[in-house]
Structures are given as C-alpha cells and as structure tokens.
C-alpha cells in the first residue's frame, strides 16, 4: 500500500505497554493511511502483546485507518482488579 | 476425606468456650470452602431479622482446599458475616498469612460467636484458643494493633485485626492484616468490634492434608514461579491495577465528582505511571509472586499502598487529583479499618448531596483537608455527622430525602466500586446483579463490551459474560480461596485451578463442575437475600438511577447525550435471569434449587418467602 503525507496524532500508551514504547504520550507524525496496528508496530509495541486501541474513546480495529487529529490510546486488556 | 482438615473451630466470645467440630465429606463436597463453607454456616445458623452488629452475627473466615498453600496465589482468606451495611450476607477476601496458619492449626474455617465481655483478642494456636485482653489496642488504628501484636509473637503469625472503624461499628469497616489489605467491605469489621474482638492470631504447624504433597509441592512452587515470570513480561504489577486508570479515562468510565463525570483532564496526576513513579515499597500477599501493593509516601510522610479503587474513588471521585493527599485519605482508611471504596462513595455523596441542596454543610469536592476530618468522624462516630457517614451512603440518602438516593452511589446498600457505567451497560449490570452489592470482584466485563460487543447492547451476550466471570470471579476463586489476578492480568490458565484441586484432594474435577458449585453458591446468596427482604423484586438489581437520568448524560467525549436506557436495561437483566433460571424477581426458581442440590434451604426459605 502507498503511504500518504504525514498527518498529526495524538498517542497515548496506557500501563506497562508505555515501557515497551518508550514512552507514555506524544504527538506524532504518521503517514497518511498507517493502520492501527502498523501504528502499534511503528511505536515498538509487540505485535502479540494483547492491547485494546481506541479512539477518542472508542474502539478501534486493527485494521483501522488512523486520520488527521486522532486522539489514540493504547492500553493492555485489563480487567478490572 | 483428603484435602481438607475436615474441622471447623467454633468460638464462643460470651462463654470463652471452643470446640473442634468436624464436618462431612458430603458437605466439603457440596460448598468446597471459603465463601461456599461462609454462605451455608451463615444460612444454617443466623436467623434472618436479627442484628447484624447484635451477638447473634456470626464472623466466619473460611478456607478452601488450596488456600494456604503454595501455589498460584493462595495466600487469601474469605471474612464473612451477615452484613450491617446491607443486611443480608456479606464477605469479602484479603491476603493474610491466616490462611496458611489456620489451616496448619488444623481448620479449615473459623467461626466466632457471642459478644465479648470486654476487649478481646483470639490466639489460636493448634489445640490451643486464648481470649486475651486487648484493652490497650482498642482505640488504636490497625498498624498500631498490628505492631503490638507482631512484637509479641512475631512477625510470622498470622493476623486479623479492625481499626477504630469497626470499634465503632462503622458499617463499612472491613477486616486489615498488614500482610496483605483489607476485605470484608459490607461491614465484616464492624462485626467484629460489635464482638468486642479486636484482632484475631494464628499460628499453625501441622502439615496441611493432601493427597498427593510432593506432587503438589512440585506443581505449585513451579507454577509460582512461572506466574513470577510471566508477570516480568507482561510488567503488570509495575502499575499493576493503577494502570487502569487511563483507561477508564479514556472511555469515559471514571468515576468523577460522585460519578457526575466520567473522565477529568487532570487524571493523569494520580495515575499508574505516577503512582509507579512515586513507589517506596512494593507490597504483596503471601506466597505472591506478582506483588501488586503500591506503595507511596502520603502528604504527612507516611506510607499508603495503593490500588486503583482506592486511588479512583478517594481522588478523581473527589475531585482530589494531588497524589500524596489521595494517598492520605488512603492511609487513614487503612488506619481507621474503614473500606476504601465505600468511603469515596460516601464522601462523594455527602458533597454532592450538599451540591444539590439535599443536606446542608461545609464540605466541597476538592477538599481534601475536610475529607480526612470526615473520616475520623465516621471511624470514630463522633457526633451527629460521624454517625450519619458510618452508616453508608444508602442510610444518608433515606436521612436527607430530595431524592437523593438516586445519586447514593450504591446497589442493595453497597456502595459501587470505581467503574463509572454511566454508559457501560453491560458492567452497569454486573454491578446490578453482584450477589453482595455493588462489587467488583464478581464480574468486570468493561473492555469485553467496548472491544468485543457495541456499547450499545444491551444483548443476552453481555448476561452471558457476566455470568461466565461471575462463576469464575465470584464462584471458583472465591471457595478455591486464590487470588483471580494471575489470570486475570496475566492470562495463567483456568485449568491449572481444579489441576491443584485435583492433586490437593484426590478428586478428578473439572471445570464444569467448579461451575456448578459457583451457581450453588450465587443461589444461595440470593436466598439469604429472599429470606431477609421477603418483599424483593428486581429492582433490588438495578444500578443508581442516576445512570437512567438523561439530564445526568455527559455533554462531551465519546458518550455525549447517552444514558443508560432503563426498559432496555430490564430486558437485559431478564436475559440475566432467563439464563440463571431466576424468575421475574430475580429469585432462583424451585426447579433451579433442586437442580442445584438446594432443596433443604428452599423449603426453609419457604416458611418466610414465595418461590416459584
Ligand atoms: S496479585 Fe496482588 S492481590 Fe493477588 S495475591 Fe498478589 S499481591 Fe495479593
């Protein structure tokens, strides 16, 4: 698949997927057609590391299109204490 | 019978009496231990209509065939009683080195009844039951308590003990051992102080009975240490329940400012990577290997170990987002032997109800200097105000009228733990139908409903997974006695749990049959249930009308303009019922009970309440 230009998202890496990643949250510049899971790659997140992504508060397939100004979190499966 | 001890201690605090007694392999059987052994000895021998904080309550901690061994994490004990905060049966689990030593004294539960005639503390050890004095901790908080009697038997024994809050009869104190929290959150402490028994000590030495020990030996220490493992991977207990605090968040399931808000951009200030950040000590069960216990220095440098309830409800809830002060309010639950999620709710009501003109008073979201002078007032029940926050938000909410037990954030008297289901059906009913009230130990189905179904739904899947979980949560790990968070968190598989059944006790059960004992023991929560409000119908399962209010709906985020819609909410607890095979008040059926081996406990019921 072609990659557009970048685009600008805002992540954010909930629980102990941030130290896999590197990092809690940031803005980023992501080309234009990355997927959540080409997301969750690109930022260093092990493909098998179970994880729910949402955005702006709701989920979101793997295969999702991301799009200019998401706001995604991803977080571990919790459940719940 | 191999597995079990086979006895039960009996204790009587009026006459200073003790007798050993033995129970049947029949009865083991049937309630396995822990909550199944609490929820028929509490059936069979506490009249429904007496006073819960009178001396005919009964304490009970109970043991199943794995507690206290070593192995994934067994380090756990059930307290139960009948409840004072919502007057039926009541329980709750806590780590404590109790679970290894009463079973090496040769128990597999405890049952205390009577009323002390001054302050007492139980000594068990063996043969051998002491009621000593305890005058010069009653009074004091539980790490006081816990300190004087470490110094008198060592760090070692294990231990149960109530702060000021159940002295006081607060009607959510719970029961504390240093070794590993608190539970009992219906007020078990309280039963406790209504006993005049401040602490309870055991020490055991008998090997505990197994069919197979070095079998099991071998299976358990490994398994530990693979759970030990499998934790360093994941890096779960590095934030370990704090973690879910973004998330929740982030789908707009936070309680904030008495759950009015779902989520609060200053959230982040008490979250899992800052309460990570701010850790002194880690702090674990017994036996754990995943030590999930936080714990950070509060605003007056003392040490608070922190889980994301207690985190959620005493700070966003509040509208207190400075971590050493939410850790305070922590400290003083802890200290006091006060729940840490009641007394939120509670808190957050007083306010709130203040908020809208239902009481008047000087307390104001956000003040967290005035909510440490309110705790000390409830644990100690002191004055008019004291006395009106021990009793729980429900109590509060008849006190004030205006309508504001729409917004006590509780269900049968219990007080919701920190999942804001404003728009969260489906765990808006795992609330609605926990056996005890508003727990979230039974079943916890939030990213189940957002990853796997619509939010929307209001679909016989989501009863079938509260169902699933209740069984498991609510049912296996409960009279097992084990902590759910290796699998829960961490994926250890199911099946290792009747694998250590198995070698602990000679049987060959499977899953399926640990289910059936689970269904057992959630039918008869709700007899307990029937027989105490013979009048119950099914809005005894519904959440806080609040969540029905569209006035109440959030005007931003991923949920802005929805509510939960109440006939669509009925229909999924009737999906509920239909696949319990509870009828239209949400009570098991006769045929349900007879399928379940519950025949004798229905006829009981019978003489005070209708079965269909
Ligand atoms: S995971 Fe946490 S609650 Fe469970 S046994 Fe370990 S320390 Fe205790």
Redesign the interface.
């Known amino acids: 698949m072609r990659l557009g230009p970048d685009m600008k998202i805002q992540i954010k890496i909930i629980g102990p997927l941030m130290y896999a990643a590197g990092f809690s949250e940031k803005e980023m510049d992501v080309p234009a057609g990355t997927t959540v899971d080409g997301l969750t790659v690109l930022i260093g997140i092990p493909k098998e590391r179970p994880r729910i992504v949402t955005r702006n508060g709701a989920a979101v397939s793997p295969d999702g299109a991301l799009a200019e100004g998401d706001k995604i979190a991803v977080s571990p499966i919790y459940s719940g204490g | 019978m191999v597995g079990w001890t086979g006895y039960f201690l009996r204790v009587n605090l009026t006459s200073k009496t003790w007798k050993k007694e033995a129970f049947s392999e029949e009865f083991a059987h049937k309630w396995v231990g822990g909550r199944g052994f609490a929820v028929k000895i509490l059936f069979d021998e506490v009249r429904p209509g007496i006073d819960p904080l009178g001396p005919e309550n009964k304490f009970i901690v109970a043991l199943g065939p794995i507690a206290g061994i070593p192995a994934p994490n067994t380090g756990k004990a059930v307290v139960a009683a009948i409840s004072p905060l919502t007057g039926f049966y009541g329980d709750g689990n806590l780590g404590t080195r109790v679970a290894e030593h009463l079973r090496k004294a040769g128990y597999d539960a405890l049952i205390v009844e009577g009323k002390a005639d001054h302050p007492t503390m139980l000594y068990i050890e063996d043969d051998k039951v002491e009621f000593l004095p305890a005058d010069e901790v009653w009074g004091q908080g539980t790490y006081a308590c816990n300190d004087w009697i470490y110094a008198k038997y060592g760090k070692g024994v294990g231990v149960l003990n109530i702060g000021q809050g159940g002295e006081n009869m607060a009607r959510f104190a719970v029961v504390r051992s240093l070794e590993g929290r608190a539970g009992g959150r219906p007020g078990v402490g309280a039963v406790m102080g209504s006993k005049l028994l401040k602490a309870v000590v055991v020490k055991g030495s008998r090997p505990i009975p197994q069919a197979d020990p070095a079998a099991m030996k071998a299976l358990g220490s490994g398994d530990l240490r693979k759970v030990g493992q499998i934790d360093k991977q994941?890096?779960?207990s590095?934030?370990s329940?704090t973690?879910?605090l973004?998330?929740c968040n982030?789908?707009?399931g936070l309680p904030v400012r008495n759950f009015r808000k779902t989520s609060h951009p200053d959230a982040?200030k008490v979250d899992?990577?800052r309460c990570n950040n701010a850790r002194v000590a880690t702090y674990g069960c017994p036996t754990c290997t995943m030590r999930c216990g936080i714990t950070v220095l509060d605003d007056e440098g003392r040490e608070s170990e922190l889980?994301?309830?207690n985190v959620a409800l005493l700070g966003p809830n509040l509208e207190i987002f400075d971590l050493p002060k939410v850790a305070s309010l922590n400290y003083l639950c802890d200290e006091y032997g006060l729940d840490t999620m009641s007394a939120g709710c509670v808190l957050s009501f007083y306010a709130d109800a203040i908020d809208h003109g239902a009481t008047s008073g000087d307390f104001r979201f956000g003040d967290a200097k005035r909510a440490k002078e309110l705790l000390g007032l409830a644990a100690r029940r002191e004055g008019p105000l004291g006395n009106l926050l021990a009793d729980g938000s429900l109590r509060m909410a008849r006190a004030f009228g205006h309508n504001s037990e729409a917004y006590a954030m509780q269900v049968k008297g219990l007080e919701v733990a920190a999942?804001n289901c404003k728009f969260i059906p489906g765990q808006a009913l795992a609330f609605g139908v926990a056996a005890i009230g508003a727990h979230?130990r039974e079943a916890?189905i939030?990213?189940f409903e957002?990853?796997h179904t619509t939010?929307e739904s209001y679909g016989p899947e989501k009863a079938a997974k509260v169902i699933e979980l209740q069984r498991i949560r609510g049912g296996m790990f409960e009279f097992l006695v084990s902590c759910r968070?290796p699998w829960?968190?961490n994926?250890w598989p199911l099946d290792n749990y009747p694998k250590y059944f198995n070698t602990v006790t000679g049987l060959d059960w499977s899953l399926d049959d640990m289910w059936r004992v689970a269904d057992r023991i959630y039918a008869m929560i709700k007899l307990h249930y029937l027989r105490q409000f013979p009048q119950a119908d099914r809005t005894g399962d519904y959440p806080p009308r609040v969540w029905f209010d569209p006035s109440n709906a959030d005007t931003e985020?991923?949920?802005a303009g929805k509510f939960l819609e109440e006939d669509k909410y009925d229909g999924m607890l009737q999906h509920y019922y239909d696949q319990r095979g509870y009828d239209r008040r949400g009570i098991p059926t006769k045929a349900t009970l007879l399928a379940l081996g519950l025949a004798e406990e229905a006829a009981a019921v019978e003489k005070v309440a209708v079965l269909t």
Do not use: C, L
């Open positions: 994941s890096g779960w590095i934030q329940t973690g879910v973004p998330f982030e789908v707009a982040w899992g990577e889980d994301y309830e999942y979230h916890w939030i990213t957002i990853k939010r968070f829960i968190e994926g985020g991923p949920i």
